[in-house]
């Protein structure tokens, strides 16, 4: 059997209908190389996306877990560690430090631990207290789901110094 242009004019409706289906109404606020959002929520944050301004984690508090220190923050967007996360580091290293591609921007390649916990992380593995060594600061950025750094520029620090003090000294 073969098609003439009667038969495709009759399947244009079809073919349009379905690319209209899949094209959906909203305009990505993702940046290039993340994920795309899938609902944008004027009151919280993007589900895993980058809005416009970047993807922002604010460290909100810190204080004494045990031996190690329970960091607060908030992020504007929700956070998967398939996708994008938090990469956690003691401010030895540099943003760009703490990204898989570390060598391509021209710097050693640091340790950072990548979680998508929210609101609460407790220090651990290459970034418990134990590991710091002189740090009393601990620094949090965004990652992509390749562990790449998104905004190198986009990183907030917070002094410990406090909660360490109680921590070394058990008080």
Do not use: K
């Not at 570390?102 to 290459?126: C, I």
Request: glycine share 8%; charged share 20%.
């Amino acid at each position: 059997m073969t098609y003439g242009f009667t038969q495709h004019i009759r399947l244009l409706p079809v073919a349009l209908a379905l690319l209209l289906a899949g094209c959906g109404g909203g305009a990505s606020t993702a940046e290039p190389g993340t994920e795309t959002a899938t609902t944008t929520d004027a009151q919280g944050p993007v589900a895993n996306a980058c809005p416009a301004e970047g993807c922002q984690i604010t460290i909100l508090n810190a204080e004494r877990d045990g031996d190690e220190i329970a960091v607060t923050w908030e992020a504007n967007f929700v956070p998967d560690i398939s996708r994008n996360h938090i990469h956690v580091y003691w401010d030895i290293y540099t943003a760009d430090q703490v990204s898989s591609d570390a060598e391509a921007r021209g710097v050693t390649q640091g340790e950072w631990v990548p979680t998508d916990v929210v609101p609460t992380f407790v220090t651990q593995d290459v970034v418990a207290v134990a590991v710091r060594g002189d740090s009393t600061t601990i620094c949090v950025t965004a990652g992509d789901r390749d562990h790449v750094v998104v905004d190198a520029t986009l990183v907030d620090c917070r002094d410990v110094a406090a909660p360490l003090g109680r921590v070394e000294t058990g008080a």
